[in-house]
């Protein structure tokens, strides 16, 4: 049977525009079941006193996260709370009104650390239902996505982007949290591009984009020295937990495992093209 070749280029462009619209919503899929399936295969003698009470584990990239029976999720001007401790209805909390250009959202222990265009902002997170704004790390305007281990917080900041206009350089921040009404620099130094970044033990994880993936030594918290820098893995963002790394880029999800030597395995790759 004949095509007419109109009729072709049309099919073909539908099927484009398709694609278009499925692959996104599929590479969410794919991170999250990829992310269902590590956290599935770890050991539960691998816990740590100091991880957040969460449900659901996010990168420092995420819009939402979960402690408990209580999800909050941010929007570009407010904190939205939720308790769904029945999940199929959940029930809004509060909304909590902030100042335009919220990016992240990173619970740990009792706060909850949002990062921001302007800085970033710490809840005290005692009452779930109802978190009470503590503190705000104001830094020159930019995307900051934060992850925090102990007394300390790691914050990304980077240049070039629509959220910090200007010729600023991209940079690693620590920030001294052990009083949360009072957070402070510690120390700052450059990066290339970073995007999100991920902590575990002695360990900081920073994805920088199309240009690879960096691991940092972080034995001295305030002090982070680079160890490893894989240029071929281009990166977004990075789950980690329990020796397993969840690397997101554009060439698609990664799985790693680590060991204390610093040995890296790739154990498998989910393309999205």
Known sequence: MMIHPLKNTTVMRELTTMKRKIVPILFLGLAVAGLLLILSSCESSDKSSDLSPQAGVGGSMARFAITGNTLYIVSKQSLEVYNITDGGSPVKAVKK???VGIETIFPYQSHLFIGA????????????????????????QSCDPVVVQGKYAYVTLRSGALCRPGNTLSSLDVVDVSNPSNP??????????????????????ICEGDQGFRVMDISNPILPVQKHFFAEIPSYDVIVRNKHLIITGKGGLFQYQFDQDDKYELLSKIPVL
């Open 117 to 140: 265009n302007d800085g970033m902002y710490i809840y005290n997170n005692s009452n779930p239902n109802d978190p009470q704004l503590l503190s705000k790390f104001t830094h020159v």
């Open 184 to 205: 402070a620099m510690v120390h700052s130094q450059v990066m290339s591009s970073p995007f999100g970044l991920g902590v575990s033990g002695n360990k900081l994880f």
């Open 97 to 99: 009104n902030m100042n």
